[in-house]
């Protein structure tokens, strides 16, 4: 057991100097690279100590590869998303209005609350982050706020209405793998979520009654450079209105993100013309039919697929409207495969079991075993960079347990989503952490000190669990 631990130790060392030498740059290549060393290291450890069959990783590196190819998809159509959304003035209009309805004192709190009411009804923290959450830090830069804050509570929002949404895929996950009824899963969650929550909005409450922001000249002068830039209008937001629709519909995400795409392509079009023009670089002309069609079609293909810098006037402004596309995607699609990898050659060496062997013997009590599930569900993440390998590792590995020490599953469920769900955006090479910090432009570690939602609520699972409330066990089975 004590050998499965070297990878790790390889990793954390190799992440760390290459933290304290790249600083932000990190996840630019040095985070790949050492993840890739890592496992490495897992490769040969398990070979000289489990004569590890080569045949076998490989089919196990395909395999997880081949797990997370949706996702990968997901991201692809994120960035056409964010770079479609802004050219054609969804996102700028969203800002626009936004900064005249949301007052700076409540900006934290109102945030939060309105991701977890658009995270609640249509089930993704992901989709949520990566519309309304990129209007939110535009609105929240303006009025002053540092990224961090704004990030946080957007975050907290949009993780809140995931874990409780009966259209997540992580809850219908948890729920299912422990054998858990989805109704059951969800009303047992309010229990841990609710209080988390309500915390966590007093305390953005209370931040933002007391910062002194000084944005009202950062508002006035977002609002003349998205006025100057962009054709503004409140019919803008029919498109944000249908993508609602169709996730209400339970449309699957890629169709629903693919739909929404393709109407933001057709209102730039026909909206921002000029703009679209000015981005592709080709001259149209008045009159000019094919030069015309040529600069709509180069502009909004550069749109969805690349780097676009829009000239506003406002500096602060320019760094907000500008996006990445599909191209800005790829160090994080490149991250995942490489942290699949080492996920994949732990699993295969046996390495992971090894480790969750270990904490089993420390359960004791109702408060250790919700506590070394919690453990677990943090580690894999970690070790796996992924949620929902995380959930199903965690659940499978203390399913039995507490089985037979006579705990209703539901407990299992809800400690899987308190911890495996809501912590993987804390962690910088997990597929969410990499997502999040991408598509709102705020580094992982910056965001996470302001994450309360996400970092209290394996606390209060612990918590509660130790204070017996709500946790009914049954007729004593064996120990």
Known sequence: MLISFIPFIVLIVLITCCVAVFGNATLDGASQLSLMVASAVSVLVGHFSKRL?????????????????????????????????????????????????????VFLVSSSILCALVSLMIGSSWTTVATIGVALMGIGKAHGFDDGWIAGSIITGAYFGDKLSPLSDTTVLASSVSGTPLF????????????????SLTIFLVAG????????????????????????????????????VMISRRWPSMVVLFLAILLAVVVGLCVQTDLVHTISGISGMSGDAGAN?????KGMMQVCYGSTSIETGVPMLNELVHTSGMEGMMPTIWLII????????????????????????????????????????????????DQYLSIMLASSMFKDTYRKKGYEPRLLSRTCEDSATVTSVLIPWNTCGLTQSTVLGVATLTYLPYCFFNMLSPITSIVVAATGWKIKRKVMAEE
């Open 209 to 244: 009654l007391m910062m002194n922001v000084s944005g009202h000249g950062h508002v006035t002068g977002f609002m003349e450079g998205l006025q100057n830039t962009f054709v503004i209008s409140p019919w803008l937001l029919l498109v944000p209105v249908l993508t609602g």
């Open 184 to 199: 059951t899963h969800i009303r047992y969650m309010l229990f841990t979520t609710v209080p988390t929550f309500c915390i």
């Open 293 to 297: 069609f040529l600069a709509s079609y």
């Open 53 to 105: 069959q080569w045949e076998n990783l490989e089919k196990e590196i395909t395999d997880k590869i081949a797990s997370c190819t949706p996702a990968i998809i997901i991201l692809l159509l994120i960035g056409a998303i964010g770079g479609s959304w802004m050219v054609s003035g969804i996102v700028p209009t969203m800002i626009y209005y936004g900064m005249q309805i949301i007052r700076p004192e």
């Open 338 to 385: 490489c942290a699949q990898t080492f996920g994949a050659a732990l699993t295969a060496t046996g390495q992971l079991q090894d480790l969750m062997r270990l904490v089993l013997r420390f359960v004791k009590g109702t408060a250790s075993l919700v506590a070394s599930t919690v453990g677990t569900s943090l580690f894999c993440n970690i070790a796996t960079a």
